[in-house]
């Protein structure tokens, strides 16, 4: 007897288009047509829908009244709303990353910034994202707060499309991987004020180099 092929989920489909949304292959403002999508993942019009609702949910879509899905585009008033608040609960995990890491932990993040060194070097865009992004998590795990590192991830979430896009911008790798090893330097000293004024710039230069990217 033949074996069925599982069917997809909405949840499958969900994390399918979240990390599409996310690593900017579909950009902001991109229609998410339920009808298409539904030939494209060989499923019913059902499971989409339920999909959408939940990238709707997490902020990733916008479901508008009588009109089709499309990925977010918060205006200029909201993304810096967000940026800011990014900032502020980033500036927050190094701080306490700056108390509260454990000496294993410290090793874990000098050795995550040199490895980064090299990525740069190598001019690899795509492998400093992600690294970029775990550079960011040891912090945020680093503040040994689990409320703290659950909401710092939710916003960042929310903010990936954007956060990623900025290293498009020519010799940002280069100043990230720099603003990275001032925030490291001051967590490695067990400097609190230090390695949240870093962090707070870091962010606040990203935020920068998105505008500068778009011409804003």
Do not use: W
């Amino acid at each position: 007897m033949l074996e069925k092929t599982p069917r997809t989920s909405s949840e499958d489909i969900r994390r399918q288009l979240a990390e599409r949304i996310i690593t900017s292959e579909l950009a902001p403002g991109t229609v998410l047509d339920e009808t298409q999508l539904a030939a494209e993942f060989a499923v019913s019009r059902t499971p989409v829908r339920e999909a959408l609702k939940l990238l709707a949910a997490s902020g990733l879509v916008e479901q508008r009244p009588h009109t089709r899905t499309v990925v977010a585009r918060p205006d200029d008033e909201k993304l810096a709303g967000m940026f800011e608040l990014m900032g502020h609960l980033e500036a927050l995990c190094a701080g306490l990353s700056a108390q509260r890491m454990t000496a294993a932990e410290r090793d874990q993040l000098d050795v995550m910034h040199g490895e980064m060194a090299l990525i740069v070097s190598a001019g690899d865009r795509v492998a400093y994202i992600h690294a970029n992004e775990r550079f960011h998590s040891a912090i945020y795990r680093g503040s040994h707060n689990p409320y703290l590192d659950e909401i710092t991830h939710s916003t960042r979430q929310r903010l990936q499309p954007f956060r990623r896009a900025q290293f498009s911008t020519l010799g940002r790798l280069a100043r990230s991987h720099a603003e990275h090893g001032l925030i490291a330097e001051a967590i490695l000293r067990g400097n609190q004020a230090q390695a949240e004024e870093m962090m707070r710039q870091h962010i606040t230069k990203v935020e920068d180099a998105y505008h500068r990217l778009i011409g804003g």
